[in-house]
């Protein structure tokens, strides 16, 4: 175990060789060292705090002083957000304070809040007149935060805080480096609180090698190891068995996943026992227009812990460049067998492809219960792509289907309010609940940059609670078998002596939700047919009409087949006001006069998806 720097080792000119060495590869970052002084005092000026109000989402400014005013001529970038399990009203956020923009000199800022992000005090820098970056927070099950920041020795310190964020003590050494990144192990397990760290194999004192751990929160961390394919600007996450994943990028095309399933027993001396290499249908870009002297996002990597059936799986996500007329696109790839293999890259932002528009500095998050959250900075609106907006989507089904984009915050001109260098920082900050999803990102709605919190309400998943045979003969199943499970049908064969006039098989499905006014309304419906020549009809109830009314028909598959219906027009029409009711019903009928003596129909996922 180490707990000391290397200088006597390396010597000053050795530590300098290995800060400043680039890696090899495509793209070549900017590493984390000021070129500038502190700026000279000023006197302060101040304005109200910002609370900016786009549809039903509110963005509260949170790099304010004590008295909750926002300091003029300053900046903040790079937000870190933790958020206290035990009580999601306390939380932190860190960044990137450059005290005046006429000096990229920058600190570790921070604030804390304990009533949910409406208010926020900033008591000042973790170490005022440091030169510090990089800000990664982290929170262990019982509320303790954590705060790992990078000098610019390139060496890592860490700090702790017992209060939720409001006063933060020095732990002490960290090892590290640039672009650093941290989790805490939370699982409950033989790992648990274990912290686990991985760096940049530049701006690195340790002669390329990347991680390190400590299992006595901070006091030691072990001298750091090397990792195979040497991964960067990426993140970590832990399995719920205590298994550590990797996920990176090489500056190029390829993307890395390594685990190690050793690293959580304090005795040993972590090995990484798989590493794969993958694509996301693109490069990370540095040093694009939207973003001048920074990244275009960190690589996210999150593993679903729930008792869904989609428990287990792994995702990876990026904003990647693919090519000039996409310059950028948010990708998505999956593996559900460990990270052995990978999905094709699905494209996330669902703007049309061709526009020329930037998707950037993408983060994902996953909530207890399996939805994956996933946000971006994107240009679409501005076809000059001076102006970026906070956009959001989610799926509940493992990747599978992902709700329509939703943009949550205003357009802001992300060029503004440069602290004397060119970027907004590399990532921000993203963690999900069942709730929804706490998100802390960099406008400039103060025409500077500044740091805002925003809560986004998660949107209900109802999966059926009755299911029925309207028409049709021997149903096989129950309501659970549509509701979250896979390959398990609720079927129904026809008879051939009911009223052909009428559709032969109908299956109604009822929920109940609490939202009654929504703004977006979806039903998703996964089914197969046994035989070819039927079609199907998807319908909502509407109890305005008091009758069902169509929304898809289309042929009938005969393999499983996911159709998503996207209500449009008054969406109350679809909910009961009084009791939240909702229901769906699938009928089929025969493209000819004859139907087949016998056949069927089965439904193995159903699932309302409503946003408030």
Known sequence: MMNLRLFSVLGLSGLALLATAQRFGPEVEELERGSDPPAPPRKLRFSPQSVITFGNYTSYQANVNSSGFNILSDAANEPSIAVDPTNPNRMAIGWRQFDNVTSNFRQAGWAHTLNGGHDWTFPGNLQPGVFRSDPVLDVTSSGDFYYLSLQSSFFDDLYSSFNQGATWSLVGPATGGDKQWMIVDKTGGVGHGNIYQIWSTAGNNYGGRQFSRTTNAGLNWMDPINIPLQPVWGVLDIASNGDLYIGGSNGGSNFFFVRSSNAKFSSMTPTFDRSVTLSLGGSVGVNVPVNPAGLMGQVSISTDKSTSPQGGNIYMLSSVRTNATNPSDVKFVRSTNGGLTWSTPKKLNDDPAGTTRYHWMAAMS????????????????NAANQFSALYYTCSFDGGDTWLPNTQVSPAFNHGLGYPNQNKM???LGLVSDNGGAHVAYCGTFNGEEDIYYLRIPAPEAIAPSTVALVRGLNPVGSVADVAWSENLTYSGNNDPTLNRTEPPIQIEVTGSTTILHPT??????????????LNQTISLFNVLSNQYEAVDTRAGATSDAVVVVEATGNLDRFINQSTGQVKAK???????????????TSIDHAQWVILN
């Open 366 to 381: 996953i909530a207890p219960n399996g939805r994956i959250d996933a946000v971006w900075n994107d240009t679409r609106a």
């Open 520 to 533: 977006r309304f979806r039903f998703k419906l996964e089914n197969r047919i046994s035989v070819g020549g």
């Open 586 to 600: 699938l009928s089929i009928t025969s493209t000819s006069p004859t139907l087949p003596r016998v056949w069927g």
């Open 425 to 427: 920082g590399d990532y």
